[in-house]
T-cell receptor, first 114, second 115 residues
Framework: NAGVTQTPKFQVLKTGQSMTLQCAQD?????MSWYRQDPGMGLRLIHY???????DQGEVPNGYNVSRSTTEDFPLRLLSAAPSQTSVYFC?????????????FGPGTRLLVL | AQTVTQSQPEMSVQEAETVTLSCTYD???????LFWYKQPPSRQMILVIR????KQQNATENRFSVNFQKAAKSFSLKISDSQLGDAAMYFC????????????WGAGTKLIIKP
């Protein structure tokens, strides 16, 4: 049971480039989400999904797209990277109900946009 | 909107002693979850302890316990017998029942363990 995995661990992009951050979980969790963590701040929600085919925006969705074609995978796409998107990105997943809503996090992806 | 405040940017404690990290939150909901997460230098976000608001009993996990004061909207974390491996950033987080399952985070407290 690998839990939540993220790739890559570190990425450098130039302004305007696109890329996809990968996230996968093997716990059959309905809920998956993407957060970003900036220095001196807690995590902020970018996008989330409550099941395959269902996604919605979080607190800071601009500049990011997501899709959820399977229960296991929840990729985050940056269409045109900007320096303001330099951050550490965390993927998290959880069950939705039954008192088991604790979110489990991947190891993070550190993104630097030049 | 809900908010979470951690008023201690940094705390230090002598190894083997006890330390308490503070967290307050603001909400109009009556039922919710509260969490403490630990983030060591590896940046992995690790769940330390969770508390359901409808439970009056304070949660405990080995050396970690909370003091949950619902009326005061306070949720402090006590670490007993501090160990060098406890050194990390500690984040308090809130999750409401009516939200989009979003965790609302405090800014974190850096815990330093002195050998």
């Amino acid at each position: 049971n690998a839990g939540v995995t993220q790739t890559p661990k570190f990425q450098v992009l130039k302004t305007g480039q696109s890329m996809t951050l990968q996230c996968a979980q093997d716990m059959n969790h309905e809920y998956m989400s993407w957060y970003r963590q900036d220095p001196g701040m807690g995590l902020r929600l970018i996008h989330y999904s409550v099941g395959a085919g269902i996604t919605d925006q979080g607190e800071v969705p601009n500049g990011y797209n997501v899709s959820r074609s399977t229960t296991e995978d929840f990729p985050l796409r940056l269409l045109s990277a900007a320096p303001s998107q330099t951050s550490v990105y965390f993927c998290a997943s959880s069950l939705l109900a039954g008192g088991r809503e604790t979110q489990y996090f991947g190891p993070g992806t550190r993104l630097l946009v030049l | 909107a809900q908010t979470v405040t951690q008023s201690q940017p940094e705390m230090s404690v002598q190894e083997a002693e006890t330390v308490t990290l503070s967290c307050t939150y603001d909400t109009s909901e009556s039922d919710y979850y509260l969490f403490w997460y630990k983030q060591p230098p590896s940046r992995q976000m690790i769940l330390v302890i969770r508390q359901e608001a409808y439970k009056q009993q304070n949660a405990t996990e080995n050396r970690f316990s909370v003091n949950f004061q619902k009326a005061a909207k306070s949720f402090s974390l006590k670490i007993s017998d501090s160990q060098l491996g406890d050194a990390a950033m500690y984040f308090c987080a809130y999750r409401g029942m009516d939200s989009n399952y979003q965790l609302i985070w405090g800014a974190g407290t850096k815990l330093i363990i002195k050998p």
